[in-house]
């Protein structure tokens, strides 16, 4: 456990080095680079700019401001906004929080809704239900996400009138249930994909845990089909399935930016594109990176429960 | 159909004209044809056989437990003598109570033990499940039953075991605690399919000296399938010897060994290394060719194209019936006569 | 004879068997939908524009927000009265472009990356290999738009950037493959023979990795249409006047209660097309190498 733990550790440092490294090109890409803050004001001549670039460093060699720049993700100075002059990681995390409200509610939407998909589509093999899920499945990836917003927008709040077209909630209105409304749909969007891959990765799941021995042994036991495919095989096929579910996260967080636009929820992605409409660079920076280090800790958490979750992995 | 047929009065499970097929990509598979035997209580029988000759098969097909993907079709008769003493036709009846039967009355242990037990449960909480499935047990007895049934089977510290994973333990000790869970419920019949096959020779003799003692204490019958003759010697009362799902040869073990009348027994003995001091060399023999198509078995004897026996116009012409040749002894030959008088070649 | 089948009891043998073979047929009936549906798309793409008779660009004011079916405007008319159906043949040419470029690109990277990694292996492959599983922490929509942020927007650019996005997997597939061949006999004996690194690579290696790289490439093509749209649909992919599939849908959601069709129509194109391809990379994959499938 010790050993896997530390293994795991030393990959996610090496992760987090390699994406501090292409979020510092990235940086560098920006027209301008790092001075792109400075060009935007009014009146600044180059001989100023040259001044500043002096003083922020940028005349120095490339590994030595990576260092500096490095240093300073590390203690936590990640810039300031250029529109509010608050620091990136304060703007940030004023938007986590709906983000991950929708996040969560679409996860459980579609680990419910998307193991039941896999299980029954396992267990009923070949049957018109797995080739409905199968397919649907299919179209289910290729539909964008967006349209798909569009799509239940027009339905539900255009022409049946049943629930709101956006936002976090009515102004005027704080009641739960008001928020609660409010989430249906942006979650439901959000889910469809993660249903469709994860009914998909649950049945092959399902399938390979179906021909293992211990299911035999627990037949030649008399323990009842029900008692087997809930005690021995969705828990065995549902293993896995946690690092399935770590490797979502960029699938995940990517859909929650489209889904946010669309349903105007002011989350993170819906920061990241506007902080792109007014080129607010550190913002940009910031989220690009904080998205990445979220979507490395998910990976990593991911294994560490399943090293809690398989009791074969204590060994190692 | 399911009026009991005349059932041995001394038998606990009879097998009646038991068939198997798979319907496979390659055509229909004829895994067993028409296999009939009886098992007494209290008695080892052994199925010897290659790989593919329908040991597994028949034990499976007897548990109804045949894989079911590839379409799979089980014909013919398996008597099980209930608790009242009432035979049951266990291919007739309804898989509920099928169920009941499976690990109660009739317990299974596997080939394989690293890969049979459930990974992500304890083994305490797999053993006291088979009590709990049929005896309705609460938790802690459960528990407490589980314990003993370590104990019995040989593990040191069966109650610190209880709570830990299968992959704590090595193959002998798993096998160990499969034999526990089969024998959780006190089955009248217990099959054993090539328990000791995956095992270390010394740990394979242990298992085999365990499922002795258990069965001399509990009385159960025992169908021990095998291809290893050596270990047949050591623990059966009877052998029937399998080929292309067919019993070819039945016989007392004594007999099998001193006066095998199958040409194919006798081969299959010949194959198998001994270890002799002082004695002359034995030449160990493959058997030519190999196991029979079984989507295309040969109309006659399906061992008469590997056989040195074999006589055109007759061995290849009808599938020989079994026919009784000593007190219990039964060979699947049509020239068993001639070549016991040594006229064979 | 008394016949008994195990679990699920009630499906005799036969159906069994029979559905198997449906699931084949199925299968295989899918990607010929696909592949239809993709040469049906690419015809209307190319073809229609010179027979429909109506301009992608021209505004015509009195039927604006025409109904499908309605009128000669067959699938509509957009707030400036340009017709619908033209204007998605002409975005179709640009999203498929920049599909079928941006794959091409990104499987070139892919490859070249994959084959480096896979045929050195040590120091060299495994940088190489966590740099993917690095620029793969980033959600790609978000990578997507940060660079695309930063540059001009035209169909080069966004083609680029696309493909900036969507080399790794077709990398790590590429990587897998070479790994494993590296140490077969016949890049072993190419080796004993003196021939150069590239020359085994590129020329011994790589060839037997193309069903692998077929079937990644076919799916980037759909992934590469789905970016396209994402990014044109936020406003930083294709600018109009020129139409995109993606960019078609900017200002729907803003018509949605008063013409749905401006929505619905180029998103059913989009899907068309990435469904399309997906099933074709699906049945590619059944037919090319089996134990790739997950399902």
Known sequence: MTRFLLRRLAQSLVLLWLVSVIGFAVLHLAPGGPLAEFTLIPGMTTAQLKLIAHQMGLDRPLPVQYWEWFRRMLAGNWGRSYRDSQPVLYVIAAHLWPTLELMVSSTVIAILLGTWVGVLGAIRRYSVFDYLATVGAMIALSIPTFWFGLVVIYIFSVKLAWLPAGNLYTIGNGSFLDYAVHLISPSIVLALVTIAIWSRYLRASMLEVVNQDYIRTARAKGVPEQTILFRHTIRNALLPMITIAGLQLPTLLSGALVTETVFTWPGMGRLFLDSIGYRDYPVVMGILMFSAVLVLLGNLAADLLYAAADPRIRLD | MTQPRQMDPGALLQVDDLSVRFRSDAGVVSALNGVSFAVRSGETVALVGESGSGKSVTSLAIMRLTPSPPGCQVGGHVWLRGTDGVPLDLLALPSEAMRKVRGDRIAMIFQEPMTSLNPVLTIGEQIAEAIAVHRGTARASAWDAAGDLLELVGIPEPRARLATYPHHLSGGMRQRVMIAIALSCDPALLIADEPTTALDVTVQAQILDLLRRLQKRTGMAVIFITHNLGVVAEIADRVMVMYAGRIVEQAAMRTLFQAPRMPYTVKLMHSVPRLQIGGERVVLEAIPGSVPDPTNLPPGCAFAPRCSHAAEGRCDAVSPALEEVGAGHFVRCVRWREIADGVGR | ?295
């Not at chain 3, 660009?57 to 025409?66: G, N, P, S, T, Y």
């Not at chain 3, 940060?146 to 990587?175: C, D, G, K, Y």
Request: net charge positive; aromatic share 10%; with cysteine.
């Open chain 3, 1 to 295: 004879m008394a016949v008994a089948t195990e679990t699920p009891p009630r499906v005799s043998p036969a159906r069994r068997a029979r559905s198997r073979a449906l699931a084949r047929f199925v299968r295989h009936r899918l990607a010929l939908f696909g592949l239809g549906a993709i040469i049906v798309l690419v015809l209307l793409c190319a073809v229609g524009p010179y027979i429909w008779p109506y301009n992608d660009l021209r505004i015509d004011i009195r039927h604006r927000f025409a109904e499908p079916f309605m009128s000669a405007h067959i699938l509509g008319a957009d707030a400036l009265g340009r017709d619908l159906f033209a204007r998605l043949m002409i975005a179709g040419r640009v999203s498929l472009t920049v599909g079928f470029a941006a794959m091409a690109i990104s499987t070139v990277i892919g490859t070249f990356v994959g084959t480096i990694a896979g045929y050195f292996g040590g120091a060299i492959g495994s940088m190489l290999m966590r740099f993917v599983d690095a620029v793969l922490c980033f959600p790609s929509i978000f990578l997507l738009l940060a660079l695309a942020a930063f540059v001009q927007p035209n169909l080069f650019t966004i083609t680029l950037v696309i493909a900036a996005t969507a080399w790794m997997e077709v990398a790590r597939v590429v990587e897998a493959q070479i790994r494993s061949l590296r140490e077969r006999d016949f890049a072993l004996a190419a080796k004993v023979l003196g021939a150069s690194d590239a020359h085994i690579m590129f020329h011994e290696l790589l060839p037997n990795a193309v069903a692998p790289i077929v079937v990644a490439s076919t799916l980037n093509v759909a992934r590469a249409i789905l970016l396209e749209a994402y990014v044109s649909f936020l406003g930083y992919g294709i600018q109009p006047p020129t139409p995109s599939w993606g960019n078609m849908l900017n200002n729907a959601q803003e018509y949605l209660a008063t013409a749905p069709w401006l929505a619905l129509l180029p998103g059913l194109f989009i899907i068309l097309a990435v469904t399309g391809f997906n099933f074709v990379g699906d049945g590619l994959r059944d037919a090319l190498d089996p134990r790739l499938d997950i399902t």
